[in-house]
């Protein structure tokens, strides 16, 4: 499907949504389209590595998007948007259960270009008066641990700990996701597919299309790519993976479609105004013609 024999790069987490999306092209099961040469890494290594234009294809945060978009484009297939599926402020079992408690604390996030942390800026805005202490950045797995040894007042959370942070004794603060489809009535942005503008309009075209026939594929015989998925995901049980690709693999994986861009659009429209991210162009953010 691609229009090049030349194998592209790629870099995205070794998270259960991700693995299983990409299973089929990365085994060579898309037919007519070249296997790409795959890196795993957390969403913070991503986001910085489409910042310094490293590969070719990468898994980024919506919330990254402002800073890439004029070198990479923005694929409408692949990526991770959904409801109920929001990151969560979690905190410790003697912590308050006000929000605005947070003021002045300590709170651990996955990544400051995160969607996640732009998602938490915009509710600590109106729910923790007087604003919040130091922001610590770390990978998302040292994130409860953290919490729940005291290192960090409150953390920020994404992917499975939604349904494994009660092993760590912990609580649900707030979920960003609730709040923001609250707010909107909109999905929740949260994981973006982009690939360099350079590719040209027809490659790019030929990869949407290959990404998202590797996502059928996934959807259409999920037992093939179990052992890809389980051998990348971190010490996590079956079950939860399962939940995992449930909850992020979903419609607007397949096409972003209608509301998935007013989504994207509302997140980013939201972040500029409130000067958080640099503000975007509605033709950046369209698909290459």
Same mark, same amino acid.
């Given at each position: 499907?691609?229009?090049?024999? &030349? *194998?592209?790069?790629?870099?995205?987490?070794?998270?259960?949504?991700?693995?299983? #999306?990409? $299973?089929?092209?990365?085994?060579?099961? !898309? *037919?007519?389209?070249?296997?790409?040469?795959?890196?795993?890494?957390?969403?913070?290594?991503?986001?910085?590595?489409?910042?310094?234009?490293?590969?070719?294809?990468? %898994?980024?945060?919506? =919330?990254?998007?402002?800073?890439?978009?004029?070198?990479? *484009?923005?694929?409408?297939?692949? @990526?991770?948007?959904? &409801?109920?599926? @929001?990151?969560?402020?979690? #905190?410790?079992?003697?912590?308050?259960?006000?929000?605005?408690?947070?003021?002045?604390?300590? !709170?651990?996030?996955?990544?400051?270009?995160?969607?996640?942390?732009?998602? +938490? &800026?915009?509710?600590?805005?109106?729910? !923790?008066?007087?604003?919040?202490?130091?922001?610590?950045?770390?990978? +998302? $797995?040292?994130?409860?641990?953290? !919490?729940?040894?005291? %290192?960090?007042?409150?953390?920020? #959370?994404?992917?499975?700990?939604? +349904?494994?942070?009660?092993?760590?004794?912990?609580?649900?603060?707030?979920?960003?996701?609730?709040?923001?489809?609250? =707010?909107?009535?909109?999905?929740?942005?949260?994981?973006?597919?982009?690939?360099?503008?350079? /590719?040209?309009?027809?490659?790019?075209?030929? /990869?949407?299309?290959?990404?998202?026939?590797? #996502?059928?594929?996934?959807?259409?015989?999920?037992?093939?790519?179990?052992?890809?998925?389980?051998?990348?995901?971190?010490?996590?049980?079956?079950?939860?993976?399962?939940?995992?690709?449930?909850?992020?693999?979903?419609? +607007?994986?397949?096409?972003?479609?209608?509301?998935?861009?007013?989504?994207?659009?509302?997140?980013?429209?939201?972040? *500029?105004? =409130?000067?958080?991210?640099?503000?975007?162009?509605?033709?950046?953010?369209?698909?290459?013609?």
């Amino acid at each position: 499907m691609t229009s090049s024999s &030349r *194998a592209l790069s790629i870099a995205f987490s070794p998270c259960p949504n991700d693995t299983f #999306v990409f $299973h089929a092209w990365a085994s060579g099961l !898309v *037919a007519g389209a070249v296997p790409p040469e795959v890196t795993f890494a957390d969403i913070d290594v991503t986001n910085g590595q489409a910042e310094r234009g490293e590969l070719d294809i990468l %898994k980024i945060s919506y =919330a990254q998007l402002p800073w890439v978009l004029d070198e990479y *484009a923005l694929l409408p297939t692949g @990526g991770a948007l959904g &409801r109920g599926c @929001g990151p969560l402020v979690l #905190v410790g079992p003697d912590a308050s259960p006000e929000p605005a408690a947070l003021r002045g604390r300590t !709170v651990a996030v996955p990544s400051e270009r995160s969607t996640a942390y732009l998602l +938490f &800026r915009l509710w600590a805005a109106e729910a !923790v008066p007087g604003g919040l202490g130091d922001i610590v950045v770390m990978p +998302f $797995h040292e994130i409860m641990p953290a !919490v729940r040894d005291g %290192k960090v007042d409150a953390g920020l #959370v994404i992917h499975e700990a939604r +349904f494994t942070y009660q092993n760590y004794g912990l609580r649900c603060l707030a979920d960003m996701g609730e709040a923001w489809e609250s =707010a909107t009535g909109l999905p929740i942005p949260l994981g973006a597919i982009i690939a360099r503008r350079a /590719l040209g309009a027809e490659r790019l075209a030929a /990869l949407t299309d290959t990404i998202r026939a590797s #996502v059928r594929a996934a959807w259409a015989e999920p037992a093939l790519s179990r052992d890809y998925v389980m051998s990348h995901a971190q010490e996590m049980d079956p079950s939860v993976a399962d939940r995992h690709i449930a909850l992020y693999v979903n419609e +607007f994986t397949e096409d972003l479609g209608e509301a998935g861009y007013a989504a994207i659009r509302a997140l980013l429209t939201r972040a *500029a105004a =409130a000067g958080l991210t640099p503000p975007v162009s509605d033709d950046l953010l369209a698909f290459p013609a």
